[in-house]
T-cell receptor, first 112, second 112 residues
């Protein structure tokens, strides 16, 4: 089944404790992206990747890192999480830049 | 400043009637527009899109209208069904990177 998977789905952590949210797609998509969804703000893009080893900042990249060492995976790294990073996170992918994106099921992160 | 705005946080419609969801944008460089639907505990799923060279695109019960002079697009669902109850996001893109800018979403409730 073609899909985008994210892990974990739910995470509660404390300020400053490094964490990684994994994202994997099995559709051989070139383009991958991370978004966060906050009430009243919709989805805002954190980082995106147009291909392996090519990443770029979205609208809200501060406090996040990403890497794209292989085509299928695009992990989101929070080196020192803070409470303002409490949010619902979505990974997405598309065959190529500009195509409609397929979204993962979301990761709800709470930072206390 | 939000470049894509959905001014109605919620909309209730009777089953069988028309649902009209609205979206306004401020960036005249946007040239591709999309609608996504999101159910609780799931990621957004692509619904329909329209290029700026068109003013209408239809797919079954879903039609998107684009008014470039007013910087306004709308999604019409006819007839509305209870299964259409979801949050609807409009999104716009431009440029070679084709980053998506999302609106804040409208919760549609279709009453049986």
């Amino acid at each position: 089944e073609a899909q985008v998977t994210q892990n974990p789905r739910y995470l509660i952590t404390v300020t400053g404790k490094k964490l990684t949210v994994t994202c994997s797609q099995n559709m051989n998509h070139e383009y991958m992206s991370w978004y966060r969804q906050d009430p009243g703000l919709g989805l805002r893009q954190i980082y995106y990747s147009m291909n392996v080893e090519v990443t770029d900042k979205g609208d809200v990249p501060e406090g996040y890192k990403v890497s794209r060492k292989e085509k299928r995976n695009f992990p989101l790294i929070l080196e020192s999480p803070s409470p303002n990073q409490t949010s619902l996170y979505f990974c997405a992918s598309s065959f190529k830049t500009g195509d409609e994106q397929y979204f993962g099921p979301g990761t709800r992160l709470t930072v206390t | 400043d939000q470049q894509v705005k959905q001014n109605s946080p919620s909309l209730s419609v009777q089953e069988g009637r028309i649902s009209i969801l609205n979206c306004d944008y401020t960036n005249s460089m946007f040239d591709y527009f999309l609608w996504y639907k999101k159910y609780p505990a799931e990621g957004p799923t692509f619904l329909i899109s329209i290029s700026s060279i068109k003013d209408k695109n239809e797919d079954g019960r879903f039609t998107v209208f684009l008014n470039k002079s007013a910087k306004h697009l709308s999604l019409h669902i006819v007839p509305s069904q209870p299964g259409d109850s979801a949050v609807y996001f409009c999104a716009a893109s431009t440029g070679s990177a084709r980053q998506l800018t999302f609106g804040s979403g409208t919760q549609l409730t279709v009453l049986p």
